[in-house]
């Protein structure tokens, strides 16, 4: 018999904080897997160029919320121009203003939304901060492969500069991995090694070559949240040069472990090189400006990449963040 997601998981020892971590995490995935095997009919039928479809889930889970407060948010959120509708939307899920919205008091901001107010959010306020660290568990399709058992990873990222490490944490796949990347002293190769008996060798390869790319379809430069916020921009930039408003296909407030969600999906024309996918979701918590998840789709309606962010913390790091020899790493 197959192992599930669930004995993968638990396969390499673990500490009971960790196994409830994965079993928070497996959970997660599994739920996103449903999601996704739920909506495949709907979004087949659905054409790239229909207008946004505004669902919200049923009355009975809906919060209330001051209606006369509400309106007098939504009249003046209409009135702002794209970038000050970005920039209200984000200070509102700091604030958490918006958790005391009903889910159709959200989907009413978003239809009040104007097309560029997604990019401009996406672009300059989904992620403000150059240098900080986040967990996230990734499940992905390489060479057509859908992968047994996600990822768990603990990632230190600065954006400019690029400098990057990942861990690859017990209890998911690759467990003991770890790798450095810093692009003002080796733009072109990373530094790391495997995990398991491997990891008592390490080495650099191509940031581009078969190996570095044996895990995953993207490069260790895509590892932080502003690859998505690049990627909504030349998506968009892809819509306006076939005619296409760049607002999300659809808008829904999805329900996931009992948190409710606002999910943004795009459905392209096509997929790569114009689109990066033929189908993008990106999950919000409202509490936090980034996503909490990203999932993708092919042009064959198989899902490409499951992605989930947490802990997402700002830092300052120092000189031996990015430096292999660091005492917390275990390069040798």
Same mark, same amino acid.
């Given at each position: 018999?197959?192992?599930?997601?669930?004995?993968?998981?638990?396969?390499? =020892?673990?500490?009971? =904080?960790? *196994?409830?971590?994965?079993?928070?995490?497996s959970i997660w995935l599994l739920t996103l897997?449903?999601a996704i095997v739920s909506t495949d009919a709907?979004?087949?039928?659905?054409?790239?160029?229909?207008?946004?479809?505004?669902?919200?889930?049923?009355?009975?889970?809906?919060?209330a919320g001051d209606p006369v407060t509400a309106?007098?948010?939504?009249?003046?959120?209409?009135?702002?121009?794209?970038?000050?509708?970005?920039?209200?939307?984000?200070?509102?899920?700091?604030?958490?203003?918006?958790?005391?919205?009903?889910?159709?008091?959200?989907?009413?901001?978003?239809?009040?939304?104007?097309?560029?107010?997604?990019?401009?959010?996406?672009?300059?306020?989904?992620?403000?901060?150059?240098?900080?660290?986040?967990?996230?568990?990734?499940?992905?399709?390489?060479?057509?492969?859908?992968?047994?058992?996600?990822?768990?990873?603990? &990632?230190?990222?600065?954006?400019?500069?690029?400098?990057?490490?990942?861990?690859?944490?017990?209890?998911?796949?690759?467990?003991?991995?770890? #790798?450095?990347?810093?692009?003002?002293?080796?733009?072109?190769?990373?530094?790391?090694?495997? =995990?398991?008996?491997?990891?008592? *060798?390490?080495?650099?390869?191509?940031?581009?070559?078969?190996?570095?790319?044996?895990?995953?379809?993207?490069?260790?430069?895509?590892?932080?949240?502003?690859? #998505?916020?690049?990627?909504?921009?030349?998506?968009?930039?892809?819509?306006?040069?076939?005619?296409?408003?760049?607002?999300?296909?659809?808008?829904?407030?999805?329900?996931?472990?009992?948190?409710?969600?606002?999910?943004?999906?795009?459905?392209?024309?096509?997929?790569?090189?114009?689109?990066?996918?033929?189908?993008?979701?990106?999950?919000?918590?409202?509490?936090?400006?980034?996503?909490?998840?990203?999932?993708?789709?092919?042009?064959?309606?198989?899902?490409?990449?499951? &992605?989930?962010?947490?802990?997402?913390?700002?830092?300052?790091?120092?000189?031996?963040?990015?430096?292999?020899?660091?005492?917390?790493?275990?390069?040798?």
């Open positions: 018999m197959r192992p599930s997601i669930l004995d993968n998981l638990f396969r390499v =020892g673990t500490s009971p =904080g960790r *196994v409830c971590q994965a079993v928070r995490a897997t449903c709907l979004a087949q039928s659905m054409s790239p160029l229909s207008p946004v479809v505004l669902t919200s889930a049923p009355a009975g889970c809906a919060r309106n007098a948010d939504l009249n003046q959120f209409r009135s702002l121009q794209p970038d000050e509708q970005a920039r209200w939307w984000r200070k509102r899920v700091e604030n958490h203003t918006l958790l005391s919205l009903s889910d159709a008091q959200i989907l009413a901001l978003m239809d009040a939304m104007k097309p560029e107010a997604f990019v401009d959010y996406a672009k300059f306020d989904m992620v403000l901060d150059n240098t900080y660290e986040y967990s996230m568990f990734r499940q992905e399709r390489v060479a057509g492969r859908w992968s047994d058992r996600p990822d768990h990873m603990t &990632i230190r990222y600065q954006d400019s500069p690029r400098k990057v490490y990942a861990k690859w944490l017990p209890d998911g796949a690759h467990a003991g991995q770890e #790798i450095l990347y810093d692009e003002t002293t080796d733009p072109d190769r990373i530094y790391g090694h495997a =995990g398991g008996l491997l990891r008592i *060798v390490s080495g650099k390869i191509a940031i581009d070559g078969t190996f570095a790319h044996a895990q995953s379809r993207h490069s260790v430069r895509d590892l932080g949240l502003q690859f #998505i916020a690049r990627t909504v921009d030349h998506d968009a930039r892809s819509y306006r040069d076939e005619g296409v408003t760049p607002r999300p296909t659809r808008i829904e407030i999805v329900t996931m472990q009992g948190k409710r969600m606002l999910a943004w999906t795009w459905i392209a024309p096509a997929g790569p090189p114009a689109h990066y996918a033929q189908r993008v979701r990106l999950l919000f918590d409202l509490q936090h400006p980034w996503p909490s998840g990203e999932i993708a789709w092919d042009e064959r309606n198989r899902p490409l990449e499951l &992605i989930r962010f947490e802990d997402v913390t700002p830092r300052h790091w120092s000189d031996a963040t990015f430096d292999p020899h660091n005492p917390e790493y275990g390069f040798h």
